[in-house]
């Protein structure tokens, strides 16, 4: 499985960013997707994930309100549209295929066994 992040960029505080995240190879074992983010200096963290099968999302309280995740299963591909963007959510973002059925929270790393290589989100103040 591969997966390639685009659609990161710099932009001004309020602006908005559409994030992509495209998928290719055995992606049939993966249940569901999520965007996570590494800031300087911090931990990555969980920022929304969806599942394939209904289309069911998780946000972080971070992201509610102002992101949204979507997929095209007919395309293997995961959005994040990025909305009233802040200084605090620059990062690197990292989309994820995880697995676990129905019990996964998709909130933690350890759900996951394929990421992308990430793409710089920089939002200037």
């Known amino acids: 499985v591969q997966l390639q992040a685009s659609g990161g960029g710099l932009v001004q505080t309020g602006g908005s960013l559409r994030l992509s995240c495209a998928a290719s190879g055995r992606t049939f074992s993966s249940d569901f997707a999520s965007w996570f983010r590494q800031a300087p200096g911090k931990e990555c963290e969980f920022v929304a994930g969806?599942?394939?099968?209904?289309?069911?999302?998780s946000y972080a309280d971070s992201a509610k309100g102002r992101f949204t995740i979507s997929r095209d299963n007919a395309k293997n591909t995961v959005y994040l549209q990025m909305n009233s963007l802040k200084p605090e959510d620059t990062a690197v973002y990292y989309c994820?295929?995880?697995?676990?059925?129905?019990?996964?929270?998709?909130?933690?790393?350890?759900?996951?066994?394929?990421w992308g290589q990430g793409t710089q989100v920089t939002v200037s103040s």
């Open positions: 969806i599942r394939w099968s209904n289309g069911i999302t």
């Open positions: 994820a295929l995880g697995g676990g059925g129905f019990i996964a929270t998709m909130k933690y790393s350890y759900e996951y066994d394929y």
